[in-house]
């Protein structure tokens, strides 16, 4: 007979602690086929409820940071990109601004070029699938709550599960595809814990090896698995008779194969390279420990009340939603006395292995990673990073909920009348849940409407308010009736320039977002003095950085201020002499001025050095028909098209050669403008 799990040692009275009868085994507790029978009950249930609460997900389609798992050229290779995706960071992205290579996490992204391979890209079906693990994942912690509280009522363990399932908190988790990585990273962690309570349970050291393999495994979808290096030792503690001297040796393990997970990729992997942003954590350049603090306990506090009220949900934070402050603000000072007093409350009943402190414990450790205060987080705070806290959060509120009604928990046989108050309660907690968490999926439709909804409620958010306007922005660039007269719906314009206004309200020295208004003003606005403004902003926040210099050209060239505009060329060149956009840039300004030989020089010197570019034969295309020579300027724009068409070129082509009577020719550029149109949707 197996060794049995839980400790022989009986709990003294009132302790809330698993006890069982002497000599019976833990088989002799429940009757085999019943308890099959109950079980497959309870599985169809909860896949019953994650329907219920997520099945509207599968009309959705990407949205915030999507591309970065799917959606994206690595990813629709299918089976081919796995050697590339187990061999690369979990992103790099460059920008105008900066670039980023950061993290591994290859298992989370493996599954989506998975997916693709299988059904190619259909959304619906990713977002199925996310559904399905968080059922998968709610029926793993119905089991391993079922199996620590063993002699607790199985309705104890269902109604925490129920309720974890249902915290609206979780739907970025769920409804956002990106997100997978925490979930699968947290199914590893109960993974994990799951054997290493068979090794406390019958002593096999296979146990302890597939428990790190499946952690291995976790830290590959995501580092938020790492809370469960200290919840693993918590739980074997409270609800097994495994020795102390037993449970560092497990801890051990674990944080030796974190190690590996951890240090193995920098082995043959490029250095991380990240960009850290003040708009999205100002403490990432705070260096005063009272403000990091102060900060830390603010933001711990959001994640009490967003547990306790959890709306409205917002994708994202970011400054000044948890405006910098230090240890003497009245919301840091509350939360420094709560959780003092949660932490000393856990500790003082910590021997007794009271069932609140256990609970409490898990909060805190599961939330401890994202406190800000040793480690600042992206977006100062994030309902992601409560996912795996909620767990605790649920098993205290229907412990309390049981006490409220003098019930307890442990109690096999429970009186109808608390039965049914306590029920009411549930269902009075897990109506609104529901509610808001099937009205919050439909925000995750796609990124314009996540957008467009959550900035109602982020007035005080620079990023966020950045993302939208840039958004907008880059839909005004893909609308074609823009590529094709210049004209911007004025409405839409208004709303651009409002939103990144109001981010640079909040955070006047970014960069990223001067320069962006700026080539709004420029592109979109046609206000060539409002565009010069803002760039010269821009540049006097960072001189280093080419947009703003390019945009500032053009700005100066659209004012006829060709001296100014050269100096922004040559200052670009001059830094960056292979720079060949500038020196298109400075060609035209030479050939707005009259300099047309010099003008068509420097481009058929980036012909010689570029042979396989359209652009300088663009450009001496367009040079000759401003000089009412059409006959050559379409010769050059011919080759231009054999080179890389374009929408647009072949658009003034099929002009030229309906023009010209030509219909053939007319047609050819028609049909082909028509495909790269397609193409691009």
């Known amino acids: 007979m197996k060794k049995d799990l839980f400790p022989k040692k009986q709990a003294s009275p009132g302790k809330n602690i698993p006890t069982k009868k002497p000599g019976l085994s833990k088989k002799e507790l429940v009757i085999p086929n019943a308890s099959k029978k109950a079980n497959r009950y309870f599985i169809l249930s909860f896949f019953l409820f994650a329907i219920l609460l997520y099945g509207n997900t599968i009309f959705n389609k990407y949205a915030v940071d999507d591309n970065l798992v799917t959606n994206n050229q690595v990813v629709q290779k299918g089976f081919k990109a796995l050697p590339l995706i187990f061999s690369s960071r979990y992103f790099s992205q460059q920008g105008n601004v900066g670039s980023s290579v950061a993290d591994y996490r290859p298992v989370v992204k493996a599954t989506f070029a998975i997916e693709y391979q299988l059904w190619g890209d259909k959304p619906g079906r990713s977002h199925a699938i996310n559904v399905l693990l968080y059922w998968a994942l709610s ?25 974890f399932m249902a915290h609206p908190v979780h739907t970025e988790v769920v409804a956002s595809l990106k997100n997978r990585d925490e979930i699968l990273s947290f199914i590893c962690g109960l993974g994990s814990l799951w054997y290493l309570l068979e090794y406390a349970e019958n002593r096999k050291i296979r146990h302890v090896f597939l428990a790190a393999l499946i952690f291995f495994a976790g830290y590959l979808c995501k580092s938020s698995i790492l809370p469960f290096l200290l919840l693993i030792p918590l739980v074997l503690h409270f609800f097994t008779n495994l020795p102390a001297r037993k449970l560092v040796p497990v801890f051990l393990a674990l944080f030796a194969v974190f190690l590996l997970a951890q240090l193995g990729p920098h082995l043959f992997l490029p250095p991380v390279q990240r960009t850290n942003s003040f708009i999205e954590n100002p403490l990432f350049f705070e260096k005063n420990i009272w403000i990091r603090l102060g900060t830390g306990l603010v933001s711990l506090l959001f994640y009490i009340r967003m547990l306790i009220y959890p709306y409205p949900l917002l994708y994202y934070y970011g400054f000044d939603m948890i405006p910098a402050t230090n240890l003497g603000n009245i919301w840091a000072l509350l939360s420094l006395v709560i959780y003092a007093g949660l932490f000393f409350y856990a500790l003082m009943n910590f021997r007794e292995k009271r069932f609140i402190s256990f609970a409490i414990l898990w909060y805190l450790i599961a939330i401890a990673m994202y ?15 409560v996912f795996n806290a909620s767990l605790g959060f649920c098993l205290a509120l229907v412990y309390f909920i049981f006490k409220i009604f003098k019930t307890e928990p442990k109690s096999l046989t429970i009186e109808m009348d608390a039965r049914l108050k306590i029920l009411a309660v549930l269902v009075l907690l897990l109506i609104p849940y529901t509610v808001l968490s099937v009205t919050r999926n439909r925000d995750w439709r796609n990124l314009f409407d996540l957008y467009r909804t959550d900035v109602k409620s982020l007035d005080n958010s620079a990023k966020a308010n950045l993302d939208y306007a840039g958004y907008l922005m880059g839909t005004v660039y893909q609308d074609q009736n823009f590529l094709r007269n210049g004209h911007v719906n004025q409405f839409k314009f208004e709303i651009i320039v409002s939103h990144f206004r109001r981010s640079l309200k909040l955070y006047p020295n970014n960069y990223l977002t001067t320069n962006d208004l700026g080539t709004v003003y420029l592109f979109l606005g046609k206000n060539y003095d409002s565009a010069v403004y803002f760039l010269r902003q821009a540049i006097a926040l960072d001189s280093t950085l080419q947009p703003a210099w390019v945009n500032l050209g053009m700005a100066y060239r659209e004012l006829k201020q060709f001296p100014k505009a050269i100096e922004c060329y040559e200052h670009i060149l001059k830094v960056n002499p292979n720079q060949v956009k500038a020196t298109f840039a400075l060609a035209n300004v030479y050939n707005d001025m009259g300099e047309f030989d010099r003008a068509v020089k420097m481009n058929e010197e980036v012909m010689k050095t570029y042979p396989q570019l359209e652009m300088p034969y663009v450009n001496i295309g367009n040079y000759y028909m401003l000089r009412k ?50 193409e691009s949707r």
Do not use: H, M
């Open 139 to 163: 029926v793993l912690l119905f089991f391993i709550l079922k199996r620590l509280l063993y002699n607790y009522n199985i309705l104890f363990p269902f109604l925490v599960t129920l309720l």
């Open 371 to 385: 406190s800000n205060v040793v480690f600042p987080v992206v977006g100062i705070v994030g309902e992601r990073f």
């Open 629 to 678: 020579d059409t006959v050559t300027a379409v010769n050059y724009w011919e080759k231009a098209a054999a080179i890389n068409p374009s929408f647009e070129l072949c658009v003034q082509l099929n002009s030229l050669y309906l023009l010209k009577g030509d219909n053939e020719k007319a047609d050819y550029y028609y049909r082909l403008g028509e495909r790269i149109a397609k």
